[in-house]
């Protein structure tokens, strides 16, 4: 296969939301070469958000570099994150990177993030929550009252407001 095109592997699907029009969201990390290995050296990926339309159509995608500063070979970017469409309309991304991910007008380095964007992924503003023991859960919330409250099991399934959370581990 022509090394410009990439493999398979080298993608990494990360979540999906659908919003309240039926686009479909998707998050996903790409260009990591070393998935398959125990010794990962990718010091450069690419975090990549699309819009779809209900019957698959490419709306749009953005793009979004991650990469690990000039270090020894052993460290590697790499970038972990949940996503969710608002009710209205915009989008959040929630996550962990491990290097600098560069959301153009944003930089975050190592570290729990949070991201919020309008329809058309744009970032409105970003959010990096300071302390330690801070991961992304897979646990969905849901906005109710004007305030986020956990989502039941079937609720997380089918709730297209579902966000995902920040949880804080002692």
């Known amino acids: 296969m022509d090394a410009a095109r990439g493999h398979p592997q ?13 686009d479909l969201l998707t ?9 398959d290995s ?6 450069r990926a690419k975090l990549v ?8 159509e490419p709306r749009w995608q953005k793009s979004f570099d ?3 500063p000039e270090v ?6 790499f970038v972990r994150g949940r996503i969710a469409a608002d009710p209205a309309g915009g989008i959040v991304i929630a996550g962990t990177t491990e290097g600098v991910l560069d959301l153009l007008s944003h ?5 729990t993030f949070v991201v919020r964007m309008d329809a058309d992924g744009n970032v409105l503003w970003t959010n990096t929550p300071a302390g330690t023991g801070l991961a992304v859960a897979d646990r969905r919330w849901t906005p109710r009252d004007g305030r986020w409250w ?10 297209a407001t579902a966000s995902p959370a920040l949880a804080r581990w002692w």
């Open 49 to 56: 958000l699309t819009r779809r339309a209900p019957t698959g």
């Open 10 to 22: 080298d993608d990494l699907a990360l979540g999906a939301a659908v919003d309240a029009s039926g």
């Open 72 to 77: 020894p070979l052993e460290v590697r970017a």
């Open 27 to 35: 998050l996903s990390l790409h260009d990591i070469d070393d998935l």
């Open 38 to 43: 125990l010794q990962p050296t990718d010091n």
């Open 107 to 111: 930089k975050l380095g190592d570290g």
């Open 150 to 159: 956990p989502s039941t099991r079937r609720a997380a399934r089918t709730s």
């Open 66 to 68: 991650v990469r690990a």
